[in-house]
C-alpha cells in the first residue's frame, strides 16, 4: 500500500494543486516554476490537517517528513535551522484552499532562541533587529501555540514604552527588546507553566499543528459560515525560509494589487511599510505609504516589482494580489492569490480584460455575479446639502451606509441583533473583530491602508469601509472618538462613503445609484455601466431559463418590465383586498345571506378587475400569472385581541359596543385557528366560500376582454394556491371554465386563460403526474414547500433558533434563502420528472422567493424548470445568473 505523502517542496507543485497544497502553497509552488524570486521552502497538506482533525493527533510519519524536507532545505541554503551563526529561520502560515485572511495562524521568526539571537544580531550587524525578530516570535508562538492572551503581550509591550518614554516600538532600542523578550518568556511560564521551547525542531513541528489547529478556530469557522466554504477541507501548512523587511530602511515590506481593488482602474495599487515585516502592513498597526512612493526609496526594487506584477497578471488573467518583501535591496514575493475586489471593480476588471484579449465573453460572465450586481444596485448618498466631512479617508470598499457609531465588535452584535444599523469603528482591526465586522453596516477604522486586514475582510464581504482616517483619535475604552475639537461618542449616527473615502455625521439622504438609473432608464453613462449593460447582454444571449416577477400592482410591472422581466410569475390577489377594501372583505364575511355575500362581492369585482386591466397593460403581450386569493379571510379582519381590548374598554367606559363590532368578534372567534398556515386558505378556502373563486376568475376575464377592446394583447394565467389533490384541482377548473364561458357569450370576445396550480406542499410534488393532467403549468411555491417539508413556521423559527442553528453548523445557510437542495429540491426534482412524464412540454416555474437568490437559481436551471420569478429589484440578477447557470452547464456537458 503506498505511503501518503504529506509534504510537497514548492519546486514540486503548481497552481491546479489548490486542493492538496492550499491556495497559497499552490500559487507559492507556481511562483516557483514560473521563475519568480520566493524564498525556498515546502508545504504540508490539506491530507495531513484532515487526518489530524479526524485523530486530534499528528499524523503518523509527519514529523519525520518535515525534518527530511527540512534538511533538504537546509543543504540548499548551507544553513541550519536555529543554528547559534547566521541562523535559518522559518516562517510557518496556514494556507487553505479558498482565501481567508487573517482567520488562521502565522508564525514568523521559527528558530530563533536565547543563542541563536545572538547569531542573527552578528550576522545581520543589526543586534536591534535581531531581538526585534525574537520578541515577535515569543509574541506570535505564545499566543498561537501556547494560548495566552495577546492582549497580555500587549499590556507588557505598553509598559515598557511608557518605561522607556516611546510613543511606538521603533523607538526601542535593543537592550529595551532584550528585556521584552524575557518579560514575554516570564509571562509565557506563569500563564502556561511552560517554558518557551529552545529546541528549533520542536517550535516548528508545534507551529504546524497549532496553523492545524487553528482551522477549527471560532473566527475561522464564523468566517468559512459567512463565506459558505465547507468545514471539512482543512489547511495546508507553508514552511517557508525568513527574508526579512525590518533589517533598516533598505529593507520593508509591501502589498500590491495589479489593478484597483476597490474600483477596478488600472495600474498598480498597494500600499509599503518601510523597515517592517509584511504582518505590519496587514495588521494597519503602522500606517503604510502608497506602494508608488518606494519608486523614489528603491527605484531598482520597484521596477522589479512592476514586472512581476505583470507576469503575474498575465499568467493568471486576473487581478492578482501579492505579499513581497524587500531585504536590504534584494526583492522577494511571498505570496499572490487572485485579488479579493469590490462589485464595481469586478464588472470593470472583466471588461477590461475582455478589451485586452486576456479573456472572452464566457469568462467574463463567469467572473460576475448577481450578488456583487445586487450590491451594485443599492442607493448612494446625495451630497446636495451635505454637511462638510468629519473625516476623510482611504476608500477601501465603496458604498454607502448610516449607522450608531461602535467601538467593539460585541457591542456591534448586540444593536445589529436588536434591528439596529451600526458602524463599527475602530484603531485598526483585528482577526478577532469578524463577528463585528459582519454585523456591521460599515467598518471605519484610523489605521490602515487598501491593504490593512479591514479593507481585504470587507471588500470579501461587500462591506462598506473607510481605512487610514488619520483625523480620527479612536479611544475604544472611552468610546468615542476626537476628530479636531469634536468629541464622537458610542451611538452617534455616521455616514460612512466608501466611495470617496468620507465619514459624515448624522443620516445624509440616499438616492439611486447609476446602476439602478441604468435598469430604470436604459441609459448608459460610465465605464461601470457600460460594463455591466454589456455583461447583461451576454447573459441574455445565453440563458435558457426565463425571469419573470412577481408583481401585485401595475406600478411594480411597469418596473420588472423596465428591469428585463419576461412576464408576471406571481400576482397576488390578496393585496389588492387590503387598505380601504378591507371593509368589503368584512362584508363578505359577515353577510348571512346568499344575496348580501354577493353584494359584497360584486363591490370588490370591479375594483379587482381594473387592478387586473393596470397590470395586464403594464404587461402586454407577456404572461401574469393571477393567483387565487391564499391567506386564510380573518387576516382581513381585524386583530381578535385588540377588537376584544376594545370592546371591553368601551364597556368601561360606559359605551355598549354596538352590533358590527359583536359580530367582528364572533367572526374572528369562529375563523380563529391555532395554525392558520396550514388550515382554511388557498384552494380549501375557494371550494368552502361560495362566489369567491367566480368573483375572481370573472374579475381576471372581464379585464382580459377590456384589454383586448383596446388593441392589446392580455395573456392573463389562473394560479390555484395550496393544491394538495388533483380532485381540488379539477373542481377549480370546472369553476374556471364556467366564468369564462359566460365572459366569452356576454362580451363576445373569446376568453381562454391556462389553469395551472402552485407546487407548495409535499403531497402536491409527490403525486405530480396526476396533478399534471389537471394543470396547464405549475409553479414550484418554496417559501410553503419549505415550511411544510422541514416542518418550520417561518414567522417563528427564524427568530426562535435560526441563529444556533447557523452557529452549530446545522445549517450553512437559512433553507428560506437558499433552496434545500437535499430536501426540498429533490421534492423538486421529482415533481419536474413525474409531471413532464404525464404532460410532456408541461410549462414549470417557480415563485417564491428562492426565484431571485442566485445558488438557487442554478439549482433551477439544473432542475429544468423554464423560468424563475422574483421581486422587480431582483430581476437583474436572475438574468445574469441565468446565464451563468447557462454557461456554467455548458462547460460541465462540452465534449
Given at each position: 500500500?503506498p505511503?501518503?505523502?504529506?509534504?510537497?517542496?514548492?519546486t514540486?507543485?503548481?497552481?491546479?494543486?489548490?486542493?492538496l497544497?492550499?491556495?497559497k502553497?499552490?500559487?507559492?509552488?507556481?511562483m516557483t516554476r514560473?521563475?519568480l524570486p520566493v524564498?525556498?521552502?515546502?508545504t504540508v497538506t490539506t491530507?495531513a490537517?484532515?487526518?489530524f482533525m479526524?485523530t486530534?493527533?499528528?499524523?503518523t510519519?509527519?514529523?519525520?517528513e518535515?525534518?527530511?524536507?527540512?534538511?533538504?532545505?537546509?543543504?540548499?541554503l548551507?544553513?541550519q535551522?536555529?543554528?547559534p551563526d547566521?541562523?535559518?529561520?522559518l516562517s510557518v502560515?496556514?494556507?487553505?484552499?479558498?482565501?481567508?485572511p487573517?482567520?488562521m495562524e502565522t508564525?514568523?521568526?521559527?528558530?530563533l532562541?536565547?543563542d541563536?539571537?545572538?547569531?542573527?544580531?552578528?550576522?545581520?550587524?543589526?543586534?536591534?533587529?535581531a531581538?526585534?525578530s525574537?520578541?515577535r516570535?515569543v509574541?506570535?508562538?505564545?499566543?498561537t501555540v501556547?494560548g495566552?492572551?495577546?492582549?497580555?503581550f500587549?499590556?507588557?509591550?505598553?509598559?515598557?514604552r511608557?518605561?522607556?518614554?516611546?510613543?511606538d516600538d521603533?523607538?526601542?532600542?535593543?537592550?529595551?527588546l532584550?528585556?521584552?523578550v524575557?518579560d514575554?518568556k516570564n509571562?509565557?511560564?506563569?500563564e502556561t507553566g511552560?517554558d518557551?521551547p529552545?529546541?528549533?525542531?520542536?517550535?516548528?513541528?508545534?507551529?504546524?499543528?497549532?496553523v492545524f489547529a487553528?482551522?477549527?478556530g471560532?473566527?475561522a469557522r464564523?468566517?468559512?459560515?459567512?463565506?459558505?466554504i465547507p468545514?471539512?477541507l482543512?489547511?495546508?501548512?507553508n514552511?517557508?525560509?525568513?527574508?526579512?523587511g525590518?533589517?533598516?530602511s533598505d529593507s520593508?515590506s509591501?502589498?500590491?494589487f495589479?489593478?484597483?481593488?476597490?474600483t477596478?482602474?488600472?495600474?498598480?495599487?498597494?500600499?509599503y511599510?518601510p523597515?517592517?515585516?509584511?504582518?505590519?502592513?496587514?495588521?494597519?498597526?503602522?500606517?503604510?505609504i502608497?506602494?508608488?512612493?518606494?519608486?523614489?526609496l528603491?527605484?531598482?526594487?520597484?521596477a522589479?516589482l512592476?514586472?512581476?506584477?505583470?507576469?503575474?497578471?498575465e499568467h493568471?488573467r486576473?487581478?492578482?494580489d501579492v505579499?513581497?518583501?524587500?531585504?536590504?535591496?534584494?526583492l522577494?514575493?511571498?505570496?499572490?492569490?487572485i485579488?479579493?475586489?469590490?462589485?464595481?471593480?469586478?464588472f470593470?476588471i472583466?471588461a477590461q480584460l475582455?478589451?485586452?484579449?486576456?479573456?472572452?465573453?464566457?469568462?467574463?460572465?463567469?467572473?460576475v455575479?448577481g450578488?456583487?450586481?445586487?450590491?451594485?444596485m443599492f442607493?448612494?448618498?446625495?451630497?446636495?446639502?451635505?454637511?462638510?466631512?468629519l473625516a476623510r479617508?482611504i476608500p477601501?470598499s465603496?458604498g454607502a451606509?448610516v449607522?450608531a457609531?461602535v467601538f467593539d465588535?460585541?457591542?456591534?452584535v448586540?444593536?445589529?441583533g436588536?434591528?439596529e444599523?451600526?458602524?463599527?469603528v475602530?484603531?485598526?482591526?483585528?482577526?478577532?473583530d469578524?463577528?463585528g465586522?459582519?454585523?456591521?453596516?460599515?467598518?471605519l477604522?484610523s489605521?490602515?491602508?487598501?491593504?490593512?486586514?479591514a479593507?481585504?475582510?470587507?471588500?470579501?464581504?461587500?462591506?462598506?469601509?473607510?481605512?487610514?482616517?488619520?483625523a480620527?483619535?479612536?479611544?475604544a475604552?472611552?468610546?468615542?472618538?476626537t476628530?479636531?475639537?469634536?468629541v464622537?461618542?458610542?451611538?452617534?449616527v455616521l455616514?460612512v462613503?466608501?466611495t470617496?473615502g468620507?465619514v459624515?455625521?448624522g443620516a445624509v439622504?440616499?438616492?439611486?445609484?447609476?446602476?439602478?438609473?441604468?435598469f430604470?432608464?436604459g441609459?448608459?453613462?460610465?465605464?461601470?455601466?457600460?460594463?455591466v449593460?454589456?455583461?447583461?447582454?451576454r447573459?441574455?444571449g445565453?440563458?435558457?431559463?426565463?425571469?419573470r416577477?412577481n408583481?401585485?400592482?401595475?406600478?411594480?410591472a411597469?418596473?420588472?418590465r423596465?428591469?428585463?422581466?419576461?412576464?408576471?410569475g406571481l400576482?397576488?390577489t390578496?393585496?389588492?383586498?387590503?387598505?380601504d377594501?378591507r371593509?368589503l372583505v368584512?362584508?363578505?364575511v359577515?353577510a348571512?345571506?346568499?344575496?348580501?355575500?354577493d353584494r359584497?362581492l360584486?363591490a370588490?369585482l370591479p375594483?379587482?378587475r381594473?387592478?387586473?386591466?393596470?397590470?395586464?397593460?403594464a404587461?402586454d403581450g407577456?404572461?401574469?400569472?393571477i393567483?387565487?386569493?391564499?391567506?386564510p379571510?380573518?387576516?382581513f379582519?381585524?386583530?381578535?385581541?385588540?377588537l376584544?381590548?376594545h370592546?371591553?374598554?368601551a364597556?368601561?367606559?360606559?359605551?355598549p359596543?354596538g352590533s358590527?363590532?359583536?359580530?367582528l368578534l364572533?367572526a374572528?372567534?369562529?375563523?380563529?385557528?391555532?395554525?392558520?398556515?396550514?388550515?382554511?386558505?388557498?384552494?380549501r378556502?375557494?371550494?368552502?366560500?361560495p362566489g369567491?373563486?367566480?368573483?375572481?376568475?370573472?374579475?381576471v376575464?372581464?379585464?382580459?376582454?377590456?384589454?383586448?377592446?383596446a388593441g392589446?394583447d392580455?395573456?392573463a394565467?389562473i394560479?390555484?394556491?395550496?393544491?394538495?389533490?388533483?380532485?381540488e384541482?379539477r373542481l377549480?377548473?370546472e369553476?374556471?371554465?364556467?366564468?369564462?364561458?359566460?365572459?366569452s357569450?356576454t362580451?363576445?370576445?373569446?376568453v381562454?386563460?391556462p389553469?395551472g396550480t402552485?407546487i407548495?406542499?409535499?403531497r402536491a410534488a409527490?403525486?405530480a403526474?396526476?396533478?399534471a393532467q389537471e394543470?396547464a403549468?405549475?409553479?414550484?411555491?418554496?417559501n410553503d414547500l419549505t415550511q411544510?417539508t422541514?416542518?418550520?413556521?417561518?414567522?417563528?423559527?427564524?427568530?426562535?433558533?435560526f441563529?444556533?442553528?447557523?452557529?452549530k453548523?446545522?445549517?450553512t445557510?437559512s433553507?428560506?434563502?437558499?433552496i434545500?437542495?437535499?430536501?426540498?429540491?429533490r421534492?423538486?426534482?421529482?415533481?419536474?420528472g413525474?409531471?413532464r412524464?404525464a404532460?410532456p412540454g408541461?410549462k414549470i416555474?417557480?415563485c417564491?422567493?428562492?426565484?431571485?437568490d442566485p445558488e438557487s437559481?442554478h439549482?433551477?436551471?439544473a432542475a429544468?424548470l423554464d423560468y424563475?420569478s422574483?421581486s422587480p429589484?431582483?430581476v437583474?440578477v436572475?438574468?445574469?445568473e441565468?446565464?451563468r447557470?447557462?454557461l456554467?452547464?455548458?462547460r460541465?456537458?462540452?465534449?
Amino acid at each position: 500500500m503506498p505511503t501518503t505523502v504529506f509534504v510537497y517542496e514548492f519546486t514540486e507543485g503548481n497552481r491546479d494543486m489548490a486542493d492538496l497544497l492550499g491556495g497559497k502553497g499552490a500559487n507559492l509552488a507556481e511562483m516557483t516554476r514560473i521563475g519568480l524570486p520566493v524564498p525556498p521552502g515546502f508545504t504540508v497538506t490539506t491530507e495531513a490537517c484532515r487526518a489530524f482533525m479526524t485523530t486530534g493527533t499528528e499524523p503518523t510519519g509527519l514529523t519525520e517528513e518535515i525534518l527530511r524536507h527540512l534538511r533538504a532545505l537546509e543543504e540548499s541554503l548551507e544553513r541550519q535551522l536555529g543554528q547559534p551563526d547566521d541562523p535559518l529561520l522559518l516562517s510557518v502560515r496556514s494556507g487553505a484552499r479558498f482565501s481567508m485572511p487573517g482567520m488562521m495562524e502565522t508564525i514568523l521568526d521559527i528558530g530563533l532562541n536565547d543563542d541563536s539571537v545572538r547569531g542573527l544580531a552578528k550576522s545581520s550587524g543589526n543586534e536591534r533587529f535581531a531581538w526585534d525578530s525574537y520578541r515577535r516570535l515569543v509574541h506570535m508562538f505564545g499566543s498561537t501555540v501556547l494560548g495566552v492572551d495577546s492582549a497580555l503581550f500587549e499590556n507588557v509591550m505598553a509598559d515598557a514604552r511608557k518605561a522607556r518614554g516611546a510613543p511606538d516600538d521603533l523607538h526601542l532600542d535593543a537592550g529595551d527588546l532584550a528585556r521584552l523578550v524575557e518579560d514575554y518568556k516570564n509571562l509565557i511560564h506563569r500563564e502556561t507553566g511552560k517554558d518557551f521551547p529552545q529546541l528549533p525542531a520542536e517550535q516548528l513541528r508545534q507551529a504546524v499543528l497549532a496553523v492545524f489547529a487553528s482551522w477549527n478556530g471560532e473566527r475561522a469557522r464564523l468566517y468559512r459560515r459567512r463565506e459558505h466554504i465547507p468545514d471539512d477541507l482543512g489547511t495546508a501548512v507553508n514552511v517557508q525560509a525568513m527574508v526579512f523587511g525590518n533589517l533598516g530602511s533598505d529593507s520593508g515590506s509591501g502589498v500590491a494589487f495589479t489593478r484597483d481593488p476597490a474600483t477596478g482602474s488600472p495600474g498598480v495599487y498597494g500600499d509599503y511599510l518601510p523597515n517592517a515585516q509584511g504582518e505590519d502592513v496587514v495588521a494597519g498597526i503602522r500606517n503604510t505609504i502608497p506602494l508608488d512612493r518606494l519608486q523614489d526609496l528603491d527605484p531598482a526594487s520597484y521596477a522589479e516589482l512592476r514586472a512581476h506584477l505583470a507576469t503575474l497578471e498575465e499568467h493568471y488573467r486576473d487581478l492578482c494580489d501579492v505579499e513581497f518583501t524587500i531585504e536590504r535591496g534584494t526583492l522577494w514575493m511571498l505570496q499572490t492569490r487572485i485579488g479579493k475586489r469590490t462589485a464595481q471593480a469586478a464588472f470593470t476588471i472583466a471588461a477590461q480584460l475582455v478589451d485586452e484579449g486576456l479573456i472572452d465573453e464566457s469568462e467574463w460572465l463567469a467572473r460576475v455575479t448577481g450578488d456583487g450586481l445586487a450590491r451594485l444596485m443599492f442607493p448612494r448618498f446625495d451630497l446636495t446639502d451635505a454637511e462638510r466631512p468629519l473625516a476623510r479617508g482611504i476608500p477601501a470598499s465603496p458604498g454607502a451606509a448610516v449607522g450608531a457609531a461602535v467601538f467593539d465588535s460585541a457591542e456591534a452584535v448586540r444593536r445589529a441583533g436588536a434591528g439596529e444599523h451600526v458602524v463599527l469603528v475602530r484603531q485598526e482591526t483585528t482577526p478577532d473583530d469578524l463577528p463585528g465586522m459582519i454585523a456591521a453596516d460599515a467598518v471605519l477604522t484610523s489605521r490602515g491602508g487598501k491593504t490593512s486586514h479591514a479593507a481585504v475582510v470587507a471588500r470579501g464581504m461587500g462591506k462598506v469601509c473607510v481605512c487610514g482616517a488619520e483625523a480620527l483619535t479612536v479611544d475604544a475604552a472611552a468610546r468615542c472618538f476626537t476628530a479636531g475639537d469634536g468629541v464622537v461618542r458610542e451611538g452617534t449616527v455616521l455616514s460612512v462613503d466608501g466611495t470617496d473615502g468620507t465619514v459624515r455625521l448624522g443620516a445624509v439622504p440616499l438616492v439611486d445609484s447609476e446602476i439602478m438609473r441604468y435598469f430604470e432608464t436604459g441609459e448608459r453613462r460610465g465605464h461601470l455601466v457600460g460594463s455591466v449593460a454589456r455583461v447583461m447582454e451576454r447573459a441574455d444571449g445565453v440563458r435558457r431559463l426565463g425571469v419573470r416577477a412577481n408583481a401585485d400592482t401595475p406600478e411594480d410591472a411597469a418596473r420588472a418590465r423596465r428591469f428585463g422581466a419576461e412576464g408576471i410569475g406571481l400576482c397576488r390577489t390578496e393585496h389588492m383586498f387590503l387598505g380601504d377594501r378591507r371593509h368589503l372583505v368584512e362584508e363578505m364575511v359577515l353577510a348571512r345571506t346568499a344575496t348580501d355575500r354577493d353584494r359584497a362581492l360584486g363591490a370588490l369585482l370591479p375594483l379587482q378587475r381594473a387592478d387586473f386591466v393596470g397590470i395586464l397593460r403594464a404587461m402586454d403581450g407577456l404572461p401574469v400569472t393571477i393567483r387565487l386569493l391564499d391567506p386564510p379571510l380573518h387576516e382581513f379582519l381585524p386583530d381578535r385581541t385588540e377588537l376584544a381590548v376594545h370592546m371591553a374598554a368601551a364597556e368601561a367606559h360606559g359605551d355598549p359596543p354596538g352590533s358590527r363590532d359583536i359580530q367582528l368578534l364572533d367572526a374572528v372567534n369562529r375563523m380563529h385557528e391555532r395554525n392558520p398556515m396550514l388550515g382554511l386558505r388557498g384552494v380549501r378556502l375557494g371550494l368552502v366560500t361560495p362566489g369567491l373563486v367566480a368573483m375572481q376568475v370573472r374579475a381576471v376575464a372581464e379585464a382580459v376582454v377590456e384589454r383586448k377592446r383596446a388593441g392589446g394583447d392580455p395573456r392573463a394565467e389562473i394560479m390555484v394556491p395550496l393544491v394538495g389533490t388533483v380532485e381540488e384541482l379539477r373542481l377549480v377548473r370546472e369553476e374556471v371554465a364556467r366564468v369564462l364561458a359566460q365572459v366569452s357569450e356576454t362580451s363576445g370576445i373569446g376568453v381562454t386563460c391556462p389553469v395551472g396550480t402552485m407546487i407548495e406542499l409535499p403531497r402536491a410534488a409527490l403525486t405530480a403526474g396526476r396533478i399534471a393532467q389537471e394543470a396547464a403549468f405549475f409553479s414550484f411555491g418554496t417559501n410553503d414547500l419549505t415550511q411544510t417539508t422541514w416542518g418550520f413556521s417561518r414567522d417563528d423559527v427564524e427568530a426562535a433558533f435560526f441563529s444556533a442553528y447557523l452557529d452549530k453548523g446545522v445549517f450553512t445557510v437559512s433553507p428560506f434563502e437558499t433552496i434545500d437542495g437535499e430536501g426540498v429540491g429533490r421534492l423538486v426534482r421529482f415533481a419536474v420528472g413525474e409531471g413532464r412524464a404525464a404532460r410532456p412540454g408541461l410549462k414549470i416555474g417557480v415563485c417564491g422567493e428562492h426565484g431571485g437568490d442566485p445558488e438557487s437559481v442554478h439549482f433551477f436551471h439544473a432542475a429544468g424548470l423554464d423560468y424563475v420569478s422574483c421581486s422587480p429589484f431582483r430581476v437583474p440578477v436572475a438574468r445574469l445568473e441565468a446565464g451563468r447557470a447557462a454557461l456554467e452547464e455548458s462547460r460541465f456537458t462540452a465534449p
